[in-house]
Structure formats: C-alpha cells, structure tokens
C-alpha cells in the first residue's frame, strides 16, 4: 500500500506580515520538535515590501518615510533572496514542512516551488517557465508571475512562493523586483486578459498544485485558526 503524507492547510485570508512571521517561528519550532505535522498557510497581506537577510535596500527606489503615504510597510527578514512585494490580490503560501522527511535538498525544494506557480498559470494557458540564471522566481516571456523567498532552519521550511493574481503592479514600480533590474512584473489577469474565478477558487488551485508536485495525497483543512491567531488577536480581514 502506498504511503499518504498528509499535509494540513491553513486558510488565512488578509493578515498582517509581522503576525504572519510570529505564526511561521512557533510554527516551524513546533515541526523540529515533532508537535505538528508537515503545515500549509495560504493567506495574503496588505501593501508590505521584505527585505531579504542580505540586506538589499537600495533596491527599495522610494524613500521609507514614502511609504505610508502609500499604504505600505517595510519590514526586514531572513529568507533567501532580494526586496519583494506583497500585497491584495496575490497568492501567498507558506510551507511549514520537513525537507528530511520527504527526501529534499534545498534547490530542488525551489524548484517545486517554481514548478507549483508554473503547473498554477498553465490551468488558465499562460505559458511561464523558471528565471534565467540569478533570476529567481518564475517568468512569462521577461515578466515576472511568481516570487520565491524561503528560508530552511534544520531541514524545517518557511517563508514561500507569492504568486500574482491581479495585484495593483503599481507597487512593484517602487522597487527592482527581487534585484533583478529592467524586467517586467505581471499577473495572471494582465497574461490571460479575461475574466478569472473568485480568488478562493485560484488559492484552492494553487494548493493543490502545491500538494501534488511535492507529494502531499491527504490534504487537512483547519477550519479554525491556529492558536497563535486565536490569542494573539491580529489584524486580520477575509475579503
């Protein structure tokens, strides 16, 4: 009999990225502790720039104190890769899963994620594909769908993929897109120019493009939140 590796997924709605970061710490430190099993959040964010730990500020083209007047935060992480948006209108997910446990090295691990947003736009026929060398992410043609950042503490994922559903690519004007300068940012709205289902519908999808390239069969759905959200009160809207 096959082995089903079951994952449990966490729908989030709009939730504010420091609260979404605490969530991901206890999250991962419970999984190296065994108290969890391997985790999904699938959620969004208002206007919010990240940094990656190397640092790159000068990639963020508007001064901070701007960035109210803009609706948007900035906030400083440690995952992999350069400055990145986040906001309405994407879809975000956060694995929370053992690497050991399924047999996975840290670049293949990116390139189930490049895999996920590429499986993601072909359901609605747009052809995407991986960056270049030193381009990260996933491409239609020059133009950017989907940002990867993660981040693996003792074999433990955390951090993602944010995939561009119908995001206001204005904000993307404001940095150099994961440092890479003189490229195009678009969505899958801009790409398929028609009408897409409810954004439910599209992180549902996405899910299940997750699950099924990194092996996951039984998929949980929690219903409630997870205790840090339930005592921690966060600022938290579901569209």
């Not at 950017?144 to 944010?162: E, Q």
């Not at 039984?218 to 938290?236: A, Q």
Request: neutral net charge; charged residues 25%.
């Amino acid at each position: 009999m096959r082995f089903q590796r079951s994952l449990e997924v966490w729908k989030l709605g709009k939730i504010n990225y420091l609260e979404a970061l605490k969530l991901q710490e206890k999250l991962v430190s419970d999984r190296k502790a065994h108290k969890i099993p391997d985790t999904l959040l699938s959620l969004q964010h208002p206007p919010t720039y990240t940094v990656g730990k190397r640092r790159t500020d000068h990639n963020l083209l508007i001064p901070v104190p701007e960035l109210e007047k803009i609706g948007a935060e900035l906030h400083y992480t440690q995952r992999g890769g350069d400055i990145t948006y986040h906001g309405p209108h994407q879809a975000i997910l956060y694995p929370i899963i053992s690497l050991r446990e399924i047999g996975l090295g840290a670049r293949k691990y990116v390139e189930k994620l490049e895999l996920t947003m590429i499986d993601m736009a072909s359901q609605y026929g747009v052809k995407a594909c991986a960056g270049k060398k030193c381009e990260t992410g996933v491409w239609v043609g020059d133009r950017k769908i989907g940002a990867i950042g993660v981040r693996i503490s003792s074999g433990i994922t955390s951090h993602g993929l944010a995939f561009n559903i119908d995001p206001d690519l204005d904000y993307f004007k404001h940095i150099v897109p994961c440092g890479i300068a003189d490229k195009e940012v678009t969505s899958l709205r801009r790409e398929t120019g028609t009408a897409l289902p409810s954004e439910e519908v599209i992180h549902e999808q996405l899910i299940s493009c997750f699950a099924r390239i990194l092996g996951f069969s039984n998929l949980i759905w929690k219903e409630n939140e997870p205790p840090l959200l339930d005592n921690g009160k966060p600022e938290r809207n579901v569209d």
